[in-house]
Structures are given as C-alpha cells and as structure tokens.
C-alpha cells in the first residue's frame, strides 16, 4: 500500500475543507479514532469542522486540536429503532436533521464530508444533496445479524465516494452485505497512542491477580462474563481481584445494578472495583496484571485489547471477529470462548501458572503494537484517503486508489 501525498490537496493545491461529522460526544473507541483523524486533517493544513447531535467532553478536544466545533442535531441509529413506531421517530428526527445538516454544509461549503461510523447514515444523504463528496469511516460489524439489519445498518455506506474499514473483519462483513461496495473498501488498522513509557507487569503476584475490564458496561461486552470468572479462580483457590473501568449508555443503568447484584451473588463484592469512566487509561492498565476482553458477540476490531498491548499487559479476548484480528501475532494474548466464564477462568489460570514467561512476553508485544497501531501511519493514511476523495466529484463511483 502507497501513500502519494502527506498532505492532501485540492486540485488548485489548497488546503481542502473537511466536516467530520461524528454520532457522540464521548471518549471511547470510535470517539478516540475520531479526534485521531481530526489530528491528522489538521496536521495536513486542511479546515476542519465537527459536529457532533450532543454534548459532552469531545468538544472540548477538538476544539484544542484546533478545529471549529458545532453541534447539529441529527439522528444516530440504533437496533432500537428498527421496529415500526421507532421507525417512525427516526423519519421525523431525519426531516430536520436533513434541514440542519444541509444549513450546516452550505455555511461551511466542504470539499469532502467524512462520516465517521455507520451509525449516522443522514450524514451521506446530505452528502448527495449538497453532492459533496463521503468517506465513511466503518466501526461496526456484526456478522451474525440477520441480513437485513446488517443492510439497514450499512446502507449509508452505499452513498459514499470510499469506505474506510477498522478491520479485515469488518470489511468482509461489508463486502458480504453489498458486493457493489468491495472495489471503494480500504482497510486501516487503528492508530492508537499508548504511553511513553510504559512500565512492566509485577515480577510476582503477590496478593493475586490483578485483572482489569475496560470498556462500555454491557451485556454484549461481557462484563458479567469477567465477574463469574473471577469468581471461579478464587473458588479454585487462586487469589484474584477485578476493576471494572467504564461505564453504561445513558438507559442501560439497570446492567450496571444487575453486575454489583452478580458481585454479591458471587461472593467477591469486595474485590470487584467498580471504577467508572476515566479519560486516561493507561493508569488502570499499569495497576492491573491481565486485561480482558470478553464480548459475546462480534467486535470489529479491539481498541482495548491493542490498549492493554501498549501498556505491555497481557491480554485475554474473545475467540471472534475483530478481537481475534487484532490479538493475533502476539505472544502474551489469550483467546477464550466467548460467553464462557469457565474458559475465561481457565485462561486466567494460565496466565498464573505461566507468569513469568507471559510477563516477558508482555514486554515485546509492546514494541510489536507500537509499529502495528502507530498513531502517525494511521493518520497520514486517513488524511491521504479524505484528501483524495475530496476531488473525486468528477468520477463519482469510482475508487481512491491509495
């Protein structure tokens, strides 16, 4: 693969115009690959606006990144919403969410419009509108959803001038819902900033495991699963501990309840932290021993598990999808079956009984993530891809060939 430019560049060599338009305004996965390409658009030299349907602590960073922030109030898709009367809403949202995206556009007069996730398709339809061209930045895969959701879902992609994709995985699952949508798919890998210099786990475990969960709180994530398992190598008489780093969507509190109600079923109340959301992982990756990564259902990729890589922990994922993609080739990563609890005990079990080799091996993953993910590579591939869609109005249709 072949990067032309660092700097991407309209036809008459000026800084192009971007609106990234991003579906929340939180600090996970795709909202840090989000400020990352925003990072990448700006080194580049180009303008940048953002706009998110929320508030929250995004805003803030982008706008000391350097670029402008507006908030627009657009509809994001949700599986909630595929059901007649949520159907229904999501028109309505979509009629002024049309009216206010189009206003925004015709204010700002962008060269390319990168759609970042699936979730936000209204985003592409304004593109076509306006007849600006999209990228559209894929998170997102489920294979195992039924073929209709997964075109409902991907249908924005349709619109786009290139589709970017977080994974093989990912890729596929698009390639495998619309065929027409293979020759426009590039895939990049995650640039992801570890710290500089990360520390090595505990020669020993004195007190016990130190395990750490990092993500949203939900049931597709696992978390539950992370629970019983701890709970199993204590029964088995190995000392373990657990901190639950992250927090629920806004109505998914009843999750939340029901892990601190499977904490006290469990017996390991007490030492089973419930952390909450924090902005800096990486001192929730150096308290730890392991990290894992449980979800019971696909993932396109695994921010976290490539996370707990940099901060040279080991990691434990889920056998599937994007999890697998991104634990593979390194030593000191697990895979367990996914919604296993006794498999996630086993493996957490290994990684006692082989400590100190796995610890090592922990220490030259580290240095494998840091090539694989490089924060600079991801961006400077991003920014070339949005550079060149950007005079792409002349042969729409047509793949950037990058």
């Avoid at 700097?7 to 579906?23: E, G, Q, Y």
């Avoid at 634990?327 to 493996?347: C, M």
Wanted: charged share 20%; aromatic share 6%.
């Amino acid at each position: 693969m072949t990067v032309h430019s660092r700097r991407p560049r309209s036809a008459d060599d000026t800084p192009i115009r971007i609106l990234v338009a991003h579906p929340g305004a939180e600090l996970f996965g795709s909202d840090r690959m989000a400020l990352a390409s925003i990072a990448g658009f700006l080194e580049a030299g180009n303008d940048v606006v953002v706009t998110t349907p929320q508030d929250g602590p995004l805003p803030g960073l982008v706008r000391r990144l350097g670029a402008t922030f507006e908030r627009c109030q657009t509809p994001v898709l949700r599986k909630s919403l595929l059901h007649p009367v949520g159907l229904l809403r999501l028109a309505g949202q979509s009629l002024s969410g049309l009216i206010a995206g189009t206003r925004l556009v015709s204010r700002f007069r962008p060269d390319v419009l990168y759609v970042s996730t699936l979730t936000i398709p209204l985003w592409a339809v304004i593109g076509k509108v306006t007849r600006t061209p999209v990228v559209c930045h894929v998170h997102e895969a489920e294979s195992t959803a039924p073929r209709w959701m997964r075109r409902a879902l991907a249908a924005g992609a349709l619109l786009a001038e290139t589709v970017i994709a977080n994974s093989e995985f990912s890729a596929d699952v698009l390639r495998t819902t619309f065929p027409r949508l293979t020759r426009r798919i590039r895939v990049v890998y995650n640039g992801i900033d570890g710290p500089d210099h990360p520390g090595t786990a505990r020669t020993g475990l004195t007190g016990g495991l130190r395990v750490a969960y990092v993500g949203r709180l939900s049931a597709r994530k696992g978390v539950d699963v992370a629970i019983a398992a701890v709970a199993l190598v204590r029964a088995h008489g190995s000392p373990a501990q657990l901190d639950i780093i992250g927090s629920v969507f806004e109505g998914n509190e009843a999750y939340e309840v029901s892990l601190h109600t499977l904490a006290e079923a469990e017996g390991i109340a007490d030492v089973v932290q419930f952390v909450g959301f924090i902005p800096d992982v990486w001192d929730a990756y150096a308290g730890c021993d392991v990290a894992v990564v449980p979800s019971r259902f696909d993932e396109p990729f695994g921010n976290t598990a490539v996370e707990a890589l940099l901060a040279a922990r080991p990691v434990i994922v889920s056998d599937t999808s994007g999890l697998r993609e991104a634990a593979d080739g390194y030593e000191s990563a697990q895979r367990s079956a996914p919604g296993d609890p006794i498999d996630l005990a086993r493996a957490l079990e290994r990684a006692i009984a082989e400590w100190p080799g796995l610890r090592r091996a922990a220490q030259g993953d580290c240095e494998l993530a840091r090539i694989r993910h490089s924060p600079a590579r991801y961006q400077a591939l991003v920014a070339a891809i949005v550079g060149l869609s950007s005079s792409a109005r002349t042969r729409r249709g047509e793949p950037v060939r990058i």
